[in-house]
């Protein structure tokens, strides 16, 4: 049988097996070698990466097979919904939940429509809507709510110099009679004795609208999804809600429609098999991969901080190695060099290979003395007082960015550890799950999956041609940060004059938060056309003059001169990085040169302890001298 990949000559599937568990790698190499360059020179299994990578496929399996569907599925319930219950009805893809009234006529018909759509959910809609029962078997009517600011009548309130305030929320049920609650108009044919004095229709709606500052309408049903991602019928429960605020400004009402949906349970009998299904056995499945990976990665954090204690002594030693076989090789040289200076007659072809013993027997023996030094730091620490020689360094910075990455990939598993417990819960829960479960589900998977993403790149770090970006980002992200600090201040300042200057007449600068997505739009070259005309007032000569200026000297500043700089501080970042690669890359074809020469001159004839002319013999022995390291 063929032995497997990394195993050496001879080795058989049992030998490699056994290496594999066996042959730890040393510090150093722990640090500065990739995990397939592990398994290849020590057999380690690369785990984090195997699990990083199963867990991204897994992931990704879902988002191509069933996250599809259900988008879709809830896009186009959100859009029904938008269709009958906002005024503008659908509009492209995209529904407007907001929209503006200037007359209470408008509003009036506009509750009186939505209730019809309402009443006519089960037969109209692309679906299977459908009313939802009250504890009675019928079906639960809308609910309308309101705080009334002003009793009385709205006239009379005026010139008053201490109006009665008083505020008192009032619940009404809408039903066929009175679909619009107090804001309708009277039918004089109908009855209105069993509906609550506050609820009754009046007369002057003007008024009633005038007097509260927001009604909130309340609509419940329920659908059914036949064909859902586990080949099992869902049932959801929605609830809409229509808010009209009168309280923003005067002159005009708000509206916004906002929506809430849960997911009712399935029956017990289902549970088994929609566990099985693999819409819920491979979340599973990709949870077991997160809690493994997750414990390798805290395993490795701990052997981070041990090693960062022990990693400046193992390079203090491995300097004092480098700088003895530069002694060695200096000494052997001047033994050969004076060898030579002798007649020929006395020169002793035996010193100089003594000498050349002596320096192989003093890096055998460094060689030997720094492999315990890396035993002994790996498996049992190094005392206090070398730890206080430590480099000025944390330790978490020694070994370049492992413990940066494997924070964050523990992070990730977090993420996806928690999204992959939601899912089953929602799988298989057989009662309601809550809205916010289900939305805390899509947000963590989501994080998830773009952590997991990121992390696979921290297995290129030992590829410096992949990990280019990678190196920028940590090298001028700091600065970067920190210039955006120093301007911040300015941004705030432009947001906030913004918003008190212009808020008044454009909805751009209504809010800071407004004016702050405003501003950023502008930085990106995007909006400065409709910014200009929005804040352009052409009622007064004053405020034309200064929304100009204001817009010019915002785009000079941050579009010219803080936006370049910015750049400019990610690119000296790159070039570093890039001069950094390319020595690295000269340093690797100089180290290779060096050993396909030191490769010929171990199977030179001195070597290979043959009689061979003297003249041979004193061509071939400079060849043996190691050539010192470039600093």
């Not at 300015?490 to 906030?496: D, E, L, R």
């Not at 008190?500 to 702050?516: E, I, K, M, Q, R």
């Not at 052409?538 to 003059?545: A, D, T």
Request: with cysteine.
């Amino acid at each position: 049988m063929a032995a497997p990949a990394g195993a050496r000559e001879g080795d058989s599937w049992m030998g490699f097996c056994r290496r594999i568990v066996q042959r730890p790698a040393i510090p150093l190499d722990d640090v500065h070698t990739g995990p397939l360059d592990k398994f290849y020179n020590y057999g380690r299994l690369p785990m984090k990466m195997t699990l990083n990578l199963l867990i991204v496929v897994l992931l990704m399996v879902e988002l191509l097979v069933w996250v599809p569907t259900d988008n879709k599925f809830y896009n186009n319930s959100v859009l029904s919904l938008s269709y009958y219950f906002t005024p503008t009805g659908q509009v492209g893809v995209n529904p407007t939940l907001t929209y503006t009234f200037y007359d209470v006529n408008d509003i009036r018909d506009f509750m009186v429509r939505s209730h019809l759509h309402w009443w006519q959910l089960d037969q109209n809609p692309v679906g299977l809507f459908y009313h939802a029962e009250g504890e009675d078997g019928r079906a639960e009517y809308p609910t309308m709510s309101f705080s009334q600011k002003v009793e009385g009548t709205y006239s009379g309130e005026i010139g008053k110099l201490t109006p009665d305030v008083r505020a008192k929320t009032i619940t009404c049920t809408l039903t066929r009679d009175n679909p619009a609650g107090p804001f309708g108009i009277p039918d004089p044919e109908r009855d209105y004795t069993h509906i609550p004095p506050e609820c009754v229709p009046q007369r002057a709606a003007e008024n009633e609208f005038g007097k509260v500052s927001a009604i909130d309408i309340t609509y419940n049903f329920n659908s059914v999804r036949v064909q859902g991602p586990a080949e099992t019928t869902i049932a959801y429960e929605w609830e809409i809600k229509q808010e009209f605020l009168m309280s923003s400004h005067n002159g005009a009402v708000e509206f916004s429609l906002s929506y809430e949906m849960a997911k009712l349970g399935i029956p017990e009998s289902q549970v088994g098999d929609t566990f099985w299904h693999p819409y819920c056995f491979l979340g599973l499945v990709c949870l077991l991969c997160a809690v493994w990976d997750l414990c390798l990665r805290i395993k490795a954090i701990h052997k981070e901080k041990r090693m960062g204690a022990t990693l400046p002594v193992v390079r203090g030693v491995l300097e004092e190695d480098k700088q003895n076989e530069a002694a060695a090789a200096a000494a052997a040289a001047v033994a050969a060099a004076a060898a030579d200076a002798r007649p020929s007659g006395q020169r002793s072809h035996l010193a100089v290979q003594n000498s050349f013993a002596g320096s192989r027997q003093s890096h055998t023996t460094n060689t030997t003395n720094s492999s315990m030094v890396y035993d002994e730091a790996a498996e049992y620490g190094v005392a206090e007082d070398l730890r206080e020689t430590d480099s000025r360094e944390p330790w978490w910075t020694i070994s370049d960015h492992r413990f940066q990455w494997l924070v964050v990939g523990s992070v990730a598993d977090c993420f996806v550890i928690t999204s992959r417990a939601l899912h089953l819960w929602v799988c298989t829960a057989t009662s309601s799950v809550p809205w916010a479960v289900l939305i805390t589900r899509s947000t963590f998977n989501g994080i998830g999956v773009l952590l997991v993403w990121v992390v696979v790149l921290s297995h290129l770090e030992n590829q410096p041609r992949f990990y280019l970006l990678i190196k920028t980002l940590f090298r001028g992200t700091p600065k970067a940060f920190r210039f955006i600090a120093g301007c911040f201040p300015i941004m705030v300042g432009y947001a906030t004059m913004g918003t008190v200057v212009f808020g008044g007449y454009t909805d751009s600068f209504s809010t800071l938060d407004g004016s702050f997505v405003t501003l950023f739009c502008v930085m990106n070259g995007d909006m400065i056309d409709d910014t200009f005309a929005a804040t352009f007032f052409e009622g007064s000569l004053y405020l034309m003059v200064f929304s100009r200026l204001y817009i010019y000297s915002y785009i000079a500043l941050f579009i010219y001169a803080i936006l370049n700089i910015l750049l400019a501080i990610l690119e000296d970042a790159y070039f570093q990085v890039k001069r950094q690669l390319i020595e690295g890359l000269r340093e690797e074809e100089s180290v290779s040169s060096d050993s396909d020469d030191d490769a010929l001159a171990n199977n030179s004839p001195t070597n290979l302890n043959t009689t061979v002319p003297m003249h041979t013999r004193q061509a071939t022995v400079p060849a043996q001298v190691p050539r010192q390291e470039p600093k």
